[in-house]
């Protein structure tokens, strides 16, 4: 029988994929989802049609936060592994609504450790961000580098989901896999990131916002990879005799844990994504020129090996396909 996988965020960007892939290969998986209205809840509840149809999913609508309603859903379904995607997700709205951050991401989280541990779980992956890195000047970022320097609350409350994670790992000898996602964009992608918003604005001959004068750049990696590299992961719990055979500090030298980024490896400056968008929609931007955003970083680049090494992990898709591939989606998603 195939694993049976718990997925948090299951109607989210990442989540939904996710699912679906495993469903598709036969995996029994049970979704947990607030649809929460943090952005187009219809958007989550087309997804979750999608994955309805499905016979091996089961699904359970309620908030991490609902601790009793979160352990009577692993209860019932006594998952073998958990992926822990929900979250609040977004720096920008971490400005305005710190709160709920605090909430979801680190009250959240705990219970879903918690619920993992009295579970026993044999592997638990949880979404950490490439925004834990700040304002880190050594390019591309690698799992051993400093993350002291937080720069939104959001990215403070990945950091402290990795050092809870950490704790729980080395107490009760979870393993512990913590992603460091980088920029992930595609289809049925999030409204509230760039390539959504710039797609809209420049189908509806408005102004796109572009932060720090569109001196920026990032590492965008297309779902899909996301989705394989998740995959490749989840028979390869941490252990420890791969704190000998990496002797790399993104394992714990104490416990069945590690940290690892998850990313494409390349840099796309933020104008030439945009002309690319332009380009595919024969259409020209509106641009407006604005100053970098508080709490946004300037620039984001993974360095995959440790990935790489553990899963023969290899980001296949570059941005320039990636960005049809999303705007075939959108065309007929929104007709
Ligand atoms: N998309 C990216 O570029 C990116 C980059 C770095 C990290 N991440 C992380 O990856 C994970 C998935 O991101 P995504 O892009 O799919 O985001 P998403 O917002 O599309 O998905 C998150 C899902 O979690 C649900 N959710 C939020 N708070 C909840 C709560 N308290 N209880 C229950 N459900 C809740 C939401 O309804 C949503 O469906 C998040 O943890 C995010 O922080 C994403």
Redesign the pocket.
């Known amino acids: 029988m195939k694993t049976k996988i718990f997925i ?2 299951s ?5 939904f994929h996710l699912c679906k892939n495993l469903l598709e290969k036969g995996f029994k998986v049970h979704g ?5 209205n ?2 187009d809840v219809n958007l ?1 509840k087309a997804r979750y049609k999608i994955l309805q149809k499905y016979k091996n999913f089961s699904f359970t609508k ?4 609902n601790k009793n309603a979160l352990e009577k859903a692993f209860n019932n379904f006594k998952p073998k592994v958990v992926i822990h ?5 977004g720096v920008r709205y971490s400005i305005d609504k710190p709160r709920v951050y605090l ?2 991401n680190i009250i ?1 989280t705990f219970n879903v450790i918690e619920a993992s541990h009295k579970v026993k779980v044999k592997h638990l992956i949880m ?5 834990v890195y700040g304002a880190n000047k050594n390019i591309p970022f690698k799992e051993i580098d400093k993350t002291e320097k937080q720069l939104s609350i959001y990215a403070a409350t ?1 950091k402290a989901n990795e050092s809870m994670a950490h704790s729980y790992s080395n107490i009760w000898k979870i393993p512990i896999t913590m992603l460091r ?5 595609g289809p049925w992608g ?1 409204p509230d ?1 760039a390539l959504f918003k710039f797609t809209k604005g420049i189908l509806a001959n408005k102004k796109i916002d572009i932060y720090n004068n569109g001196k920026m750049y990032r590492d965008f990696t297309f779902i899909d990879d996301v989705v394989n590299g998740i995959k490749l992961l989840i028979n390869k719990a941490p252990n420890n005799k791969q704190i000998n055979r990496y002797n790399n500090d993104s394992l714990s030298p104490v416990a069945p844990f590690r940290i690892l980024n998850i990313g494409n490896t390349k840099k796309v400056f933020l104008l030439d994504f945009i002309k690319q968008i332009e380009k595919e929609l024969g259409k020209k931007a509106i641009k407006n020129y604005l100053p970098l955003q508080k709490g946004d970083v300037k620039q984001t680049l993974s360095n995959t090996n440790l990935l790489k090494k553990i899963t023969n992990y290899n980001s296949k898709t570059n941005y320039k396909l990636g960005i049809k591939k999303f705007l075939k989606w959108y065309k007929d998603y929104y007709k």
């Open positions: 948090t965020g109607s989210g960007f990442i989540g947990f989802d607030s649809m929460n943090y952005y989550k309620n908030k991490l936060e995607l929900a979250a609040q997700a909430k979801s959240g979404a950490s961000s490439s925004s990945k996602f980088f920029t992930v964009y999030r990131m």
